[in-house]
């Protein structure tokens, strides 16, 4: 099988939407006798190579855990750098996300965020909003259980308004009020780093998802670790094509 047809029957089969804890960043730097921002770095660059990767195979939606509402207890020079980060991206990006009509979304609370970095996140979020490529959704200062919690209170304050009846909340309703309202859930979720935890994230959502665990850093994340993820989810699916797939690589 050539890559084309390899190519075309991948964005037949490929997941919907992926979710990615992008973890070991930091001791991939260290390992490395390098600092654990510069760790950060080459896991920006890696997380560029899997935007496109997931683009080219027809995935629709990706998205991926940046910084967790946990991630303030880190070292504050830590915390900076993760600050930073997207400010730099973005610049860079963003003209190559418009081109390739990437859309940006954001799950988290940004309210808490420094003014440069919300204003860097919010400039790619209006920018790129007509885009009606690949969706890539950052949960950037998120966590799972304070998710739910927000929701909880709007749905309480709905109850209190007498716009719903307490008979009438189900999860449907939740959901309306999760950071993810506009998503459909993640069919898989990955996790690198070699944890075998969510770490909330995801709770809600990654309810039914699959779940993919690898060793492997993210700055070490390439595209063959992607598709072996994706073969393993098409191996648990009992998708057809899986064995004509996995004979190719």
């Known amino acids: 099988m050539n890559n084309e047809r390899r190519k075309k029957l991948m964005k037949i089969i490929a997941p919907q939407h992926i979710a990615i ?3 070991g960043n930091g001791r991939w730097g260290k390992e490395r006798g390098k600092t654990r921002s510069e760790g950060h ?3 920006a660059q890696t997380m560029e190579h899997i935007i496109e990767a997931s683009r080219d195979l027809g995935i629709k939606i990706l998205t991926l855990y940046a910084f967790s509402s946990e991630n303030w207890k880190r070292p504050l020079e830590e915390v900076n750098y993760l600050m930073f980060l997207p400010i730099k991206f973005f610049k860079q990006k963003l003209p190559i996300f418009m081109k390739k009509n990437i859309r940006i979304m954001i799950s988290g609370d940004l309210t808490k965020v420094p003014k440069r ?6 400039k790619a979020i209006e920018k790129t909003k007509h885009n009606t490529g690949i969706i890539v959704n950052f949960a950037f200062n998120y966590g799972g259980r304070d998710e739910i919690l927000q ?9 209190r308004e007498n716009k719903v009846h307490p008979e009438q909340i189900d999860e449907e309703l939740v959901q309306q009020f999760l950071y993810t309202s506009e998503l459909p859930d993640p069919d898989l979720f990955i996790r690198t780093g070699g944890e075998k935890r969510l770490s909330n994230f995801l709770l809600w959502q990654a309810a039914d998802a699959e779940l993919y665990f690898t060793d492997q850093y993210f700055p070490d994340f390439t595209k063959d670790f992607l598709l072996e993820a994706i073969y393993e989810w098409q191996r ?5 094509q899986y064995d004509v797939l996995r004979n190719t690589v």
């Open 21 to 23: 804890t992008m973890d």
């Open 41 to 43: 770095y080459a896991g």
């Open 117 to 122: 970095t919300r204003n860097a996140i919010t």
């Open 151 to 159: 929701a909880m209170r709007r749905v309480i304050q709905e109850v």
């Open 236 to 240: 648990r699916k009992n998708i057809d």
